[in-house]
């Protein structure tokens, strides 16, 4: 089945960085676009990044833009996320979110890493 597990999270003061991994398994990793998606305290769901098959084009919400990549390694089956210059409004729950194949919706999710930003 598929599995995805985050790690990277933790306290970083803002202006720092931090780096975001997911390792994924039970799919053929190389063929699905992948996401990052963001859940901050008491707010919805906030879509980050997307990356499509191949490390082709990437994508990025206007929030992070300029301080955020995402990336991905497929012959390690890993995502990635380097976030810089972090801001206090960067905090949330970080979930690493895989597409369906041909698609950019999302079918499934890891359980997340924290992220917190504050000094």
């Known amino acids: 089945q598929v599995q995805l597990v985050e790690s990277g999270g933790g306290l970083v003061q803002p202006g720092g960085s931090l780096r975001l991994s997911c390792a994924a398994s039970?799919?053929?990793?190389?063929?699905?676009?992948m996401n990052w998606v963001r859940q901050a305290p008491g707010k919805g769901l906030e879509w980050v990044s997307g990356v499509v098959i191949l490390g082709g084009p990437t994508s990025y919400s206007d929030s992070v833009k300029g301080r955020f990549t995402i990336s991905r390694d497929n012959a390690k089956n890993m995502l990635y996320l380097q976030m810089n210059n972090l801001k206090p409004e960067d905090t949330a729950v970080y979930y690493c979110?895989?597409?369906?194949?041909?698609?950019?919706?999302?079918?499934?999710w890891g359980q997340g890493t924290q992220v917190t930003v504050s000094s």
């Open positions: 979110a895989k597409s369906p194949y041909g698609d950019y919706g999302i079918d499934s």
């Open positions: 039970g799919f053929t990793f190389s063929i699905h676009a």
